[in-house]
C-alpha cells in the first residue's frame, strides 16, 4: 500500500526555517516525480513544488520561489522541502503526493508566527 508521511512542521517565527520530510512506502518512488502542495488557511490546497524522479529539475510556485528548495534521496525513499525566509503567509497544512495518487496523507502543520 503507498504510504506518504509528512513530517517535520511546527511553529517558526518570521524569517526563519523548517526543514519538511516525507517518507514513502510501498511503491517505487524513485520512478515517481514527487510534489509538495500546501493548503493555506481559507485557501483551496495549491502546488507548491516538484521534483523529477531522478531529482534532475525542480520547479517551484511564484510564491516560494528563491525561498524554498525540494529534494530527494532516493536510496532513503525521502522527498525533503527546505523552507528559508518563512512568512506568515506561509502559513498552512504541507502534503506530498505524487501526481494521480487519488488520496492524501495526514500533511504537517506549518505555522509561522510572531
Known amino acids: 500500500q503507498v504510504r506518504l508521511v509528512e513530517s517535520g512542521g511546527g511553529l517558526v517565527q518570521p524569517g526563519g526555517s523548517l526543514r519538511l520530510s516525507c517518507a514513502a512506502s510501498g511503491f517505487t518512488f524513485s520512478s515517481y516525480n514527487m510534489r509538495w502542495y500546501r493548503q493555506r488557511p481559507g485557501k483551496e490546497r495549491e502546488l507548491v513544488a516538484q521534483?523529477?524522479?531522478?531529482?534532475?529539475?525542480?520547479s517551484y510556485a511564484d510564491s516560494v520561489k528563491g525561498r524554498f528548495t525540494i529534494s530527494r534521496d532516493n536510496a532513503k525513499n525521502t522527498l525533503y522541502l527546505q523552507m528559508n525566509s518563512l512568512k506568515p503567509e506561509d502559513t498552512g497544512v504541507y502534503y506530498c503526493?505524487?501526481?494521480?495518487?487519488?488520496?492524501w496523507g495526514q500533511g504537517t502543520q506549518v505555522t509561522v508566527s510572531s
Open positions: 503526493k505524487f501526481p494521480l495518487l487519488p488520496h
Open positions: 521534483i523529477t524522479s531522478a531529482g534532475d529539475s525542480t
